[in-house]
């Protein structure tokens, strides 16, 4: 999507989806944080954890 707005020269449309793309990333390192501490806690088991980065 984004080499397709930068090819048809669309850059406002291009930042959108860097800026969207950039939040998504930033969104999964907060969530894999809070995993780990959760596991790290004992809050929740290992046996799950597999769960979740198949997702």
Same mark, same amino acid.
Request: proline share 0%.
């Given at each position: 999507m984004l080499t397709r707005r930068f090819r048809e020269n669309d850059k406002d449309r291009a930042l959108r989806v860097v800026e969207k793309e950039n939040q998504a990333d930033a969104l999964e390192v907060q969530l894999r944080t809070r995993?780990?501490?959760?596991? !790290? #806690? #004992?809050?929740?088991? !290992?046996?799950?954890? @597999? @769960?979740?980065?198949?997702h």
């Open positions: 995993h780990i501490k959760r596991l !790290a #806690n #004992n809050q929740c088991e !290992a046996e799950q954890e @597999s @769960s979740f980065w198949t």
